[in-house]
Structures are given as structure tokens and as C-alpha cells.
């Protein structure tokens, strides 16, 4: 991936709908002098990106005090199937963003990230559940990346075969789309029956 | 993600299965001492996993000579909604693999690599479109990664909500299920007018 008619759109707006458009990102840290990538959840407010987890977690302990980080966002779109294998690729969108992960100390920016990675995870889900008490922020750890250094691939549209394979035709080329779609809600077995799905699942 | 219900399962068929079931990777560098990570295609053959991209790829050419690498595949398999907004998680599989990329130079190493990452993508494409020529081979670097360091964690299940949350019953839970699938075959605009779509693009 990453040779045929990519180009880095520097588009903030575009960047914005990348990230925007996933669910887990996948974020690379360094431990021990060798990079660590992890897939975790993540939620924007403007052109801030935030990851949590619990304050028990040593890899993200560790990645404060200055730690360069790279989170990338990456939508696959279609397999791309050419005439030679050589221009085999795939359609995809991605995000790359490089810059220091800050821990978040401020109470109220802790409670609006944490409200922005639950409703991009589940959308309706922060009026709709418990919120957080004390002890449960107490053990959240919260972490802002700034997209200043940020940069966005997209490839599109259809194999770039040679003149020579296009005339030869012998291999079937084109695009098989990918996309990620949700299911029917599965109700915790807890739930007392017959307790209706809501309208912010359901409609998802 | 990485609190609940995981497990690091040590089993090999188990990471054999992750691996295979994905068609993105991420792989993280380190490039003037900061993590990059870039989705790419990858293939495995027994306990080596393969990434290939242009010898004119910078960031794959620095990342040989001993550096250490992370190779990371990732399914999304569901969003839970939990009774508070604190226990929402996510069901995934993930497969971590650390080691040194080697550069293959063994020329049916090579060829079988490739064979390997073309097929991990489009299952059938090796025997239905041109193989490559010498001057492809020669301009497309092979990548190793041995399997020896790699772990996998899954989540799986409804949520794990407290029993006063649950007893409580103000909010839904449940899984919202989330897969990868694939639409129908979009043939390319140069290929001629009813050409049929093979079997290998159709079953998918």
C-alpha cells in the first residue's frame, strides 16, 4: 500500500473526516527502544484527538514525559484487482498523526474528552448511561494529541495497470468494496426481557 | 481497550487465525526516534509474516538493519454498550507481533512471499492475472517478520457492568456487532463491456 496515486491532502477538513469515519485507531509508542502499536479507542474535539485507559496501564504511563507517538486511523475501501499481480493494491483512507501525548489534568476537559471518545464509540451513549463517578475518572487516564503534524492518504477508482496488460486481457480488473457494517443488537443477558433497543442503537 | 475481560492467549493457531482473518496491518517503525505506524497488505507463510512495498520506499528501507518493529492486525467484532458510560468497551481480536524485519533476498523466497501477500488479498489472483516480470521483482523489496514474539488478546461478550448498575436497569447493554464485508464487484472502466466477473472475485 502506498505507491499508486496517493496523494497527502493536507485538508484539515479531510483529515477531520478520517478520523472521524473510525472506530479504533492504532497508536505506535516506544518502549524500551523498540515501537509498541496498540489498537484502542480514541475521540476528537476539534483539532485535539484523545485516547484513555486506566491509570494502571504501564504502556501509557509510559508514553508521557515527552514520548514521541504516531496514531494512525485506516478505512480499507476495496481490494483492487488488476490484471497483473504486480498493480494489485487497495482503495483506503488513512490518518497519520505524529506529536507528544499530554496528559489531561483539568477536570472539565478530562469529562468533555471522555464524552467525546464514548460518543464516537457509541453515539447517545453518555445521556443515556451512568456517568462516570469520582473513583471511575480517578482511575481513568487521559491523553491529548494535537494534529498540528498530521497527514492524510487516500487511493481511489481502479487499477493502474500497463497499456501492455489492458490490451492483452487476459485477467478479470476492477474493485471489490470493503466496508464495515453493524449487525442487530444483541441485549446483555442481564437485561430484564423484553426491554426495548433505544433509538440511538437501534438506528445505528 | 485493554482493560476487561482479555486474555493473552499464547496459542499459536490462535494467532495464526487473527492474522489470517485481516487484510490490513499496521506496522510501526521507528524513524529519527519516533514511532510511525502505516497500514500495509502482509501475507504469512508458517510462523513468518511478509510485508512488501517499492525499493524506492524510504521508511522500509530504514527499517532493515536491526530495527525493531511491531506488527499489529486488528478486528473490530463489536461495540458494547455497557449501564455506564465507564464499563462501554469493545469485542476485538488483536494479534501484536515484535521482532526485526529481515529483507528477503532469496529470489523464490521472494516469489513465494509475494504469492503469499497477493493471495492473503484477493484469494485467487496469483494463478488468474500476469505474474510478475524480473524488473517487478527487482523494484518491489520483500520484507520478513518472524512470529517468535507475538501475542494475541480478545474480548469478547457483554458487558461487565456492576451489579448495583445492573440491578439499577435505567440503561440499555448489549453488543452492537460490527464486521467486514464485502460489496459487488465494481469491473474496471478499461476492461471490455460484459466481461465476466471470475469466480475467485464473485465468491467472495
Redesign the interface.
Known amino acids: ?3 499508486h496515486r496517493e496523494r497527502a491532502r493536507a485538508d484539515r477538513a479531510e483529515l477531520h473526516a478520517v478520523l472521524d469515519a473510525g ?2 485507531c ?5 518502549r524500551d ?9 480514541y475521540g476528537r474535539i476539534g483539532d485535539t484527538v484523545y485516547v484513555h ?2 491509570t494502571g ?1 504501564r504502556y501509557l504511563r509510559e508514553s508521557l514525559g515527552g514520548t ?5 486511523v ?1 478505512h ?1 475501501d ?2 483492487v ?6 498493480a ?1 493494491s ?1 482503495n ?1 483512507r ?1 490518518a ?1 498523526v ?1 506529536g507528544i501525548l499530554h496528559a489531561v489534568t483539568d477536570p472539565d476537559e478530562q469529562l468533555a474528552a ?1 464524552r467525546a471518545i ?1 460518543e464516537h ?2 453515539p447517545g ?2 445521556d ?6 469520582g473513583r ?1 475518572l480517578a482511575a ?1 487516564l487521559v491523553l491529548a494529541l494535537d494534529l498540528d503534524e498530521a497527514s492524510v492518504k487516500i487511493r481511489t477508482g ?2 493502474l ?1 500497463d497499456d501492455a ?2 490490451a ?25 426481557a423484553g ?4 433509538e440511538h ?1 437501534r438506528a ?1
Open positions: 500500500m502506498g505507491r472506530l479504533v492504532h497508536l505506535g509508542l516506544i527502544g523498540a515501537p509498541v502499536v496498540l489498537p484502542t479507542g485507559g486506566s496501564a514521541p507517538t504516531c496514531l494512525t485506516t480499507l476495496g481490494v484487482y488488476a490484471r497483473s499481480v504486480f494489485h487497495m483506503y488513512s497519520v505524529h471522555l464514548v464509540l457509541s451513549s453518555w443515556h448511561a451512568r456517568p462516570p463517578t471511575e481513568t481502479p487499477p495497470d496488460d489492458v492483452a486481457g487476459r485477467a478479470w480488473a476492477g474493485v471489490l468494496p470493503v466496508r464495515t457494517v453493524f449487525g442487530d443488537p444483541q441485549p446483555c443477558p442481564r437485561l430484564p426491554t426495548p433497543v433505544p442503537v445505528r
